[in-house]
């Protein structure tokens, strides 16, 4: 079942670029931040994940710009999980101003080691989460691709 979660994000000066527009790399902080707060609104800790040795680090990240966030402008960001496997969570994001799309984007994070090699999600994050387990499809294996 998907989680939800929205923030709201205020466009600092220092995030504009020379056209006064928010620049293309800032987005993908944006998109962290709204990760974060999805797991924490959800009982989650990455400090506690981290002492334990598990980290979830970012895959592959795909993004659509459709219209330019300004100076000022006060965005909502809308995170979902989208699946959650053995070893991966899948994100979808979208970045609104007053309900009008400005971004969209999808992601796969993967659960590593401190070593970086692929580990199984616990089934205490999974809780965290607001899954009951992998939600894998038939065939789908446990790499994180």
């Not at 020379?18 to 009982?43: I, K, P, Q, W």
């Not at 993004?63 to 979902?80: E, I, M, N, S």
């Amino acid at each position: 079942m998907p989680v939800e979660h929205a923030i709201e994000i205020r466009v600092r000066y220092s995030e504009t670029d020379a056209m006064g527009c928010v620049h293309h790399s800032r987005y993908l902080n944006y998109f962290e931040m709204g990760r974060t707060e999805l797991f924490r609104a959800d009982g989650g800790n990455y400090r506690r994940m981290e002492e334990l040795g598990l980290f979830f680090v970012v895959a592959s990240l795909s993004v659509r710009y459709r219209q330019p966030a300004r100076y000022d402008d006060v965005l909502v960001l809308r995170t979902r999980i989208t699946r959650f496997g053995p070893v991966k969570l899948e994100h979808s994001y979208q970045l609104l101003r007053d309900e009008q799309v400005l971004c969209e984007a999808t992601s796969v994070l993967a659960c590593v080691d401190a070593s970086g090699n692929v580990q199984p999600i616990p089934d205490d994050l999974a809780t965290m989460t607001g899954t009951t387990g992998p939600q894998t499809t038939p065939g789908e294996s446990s790499e994180a691709s």
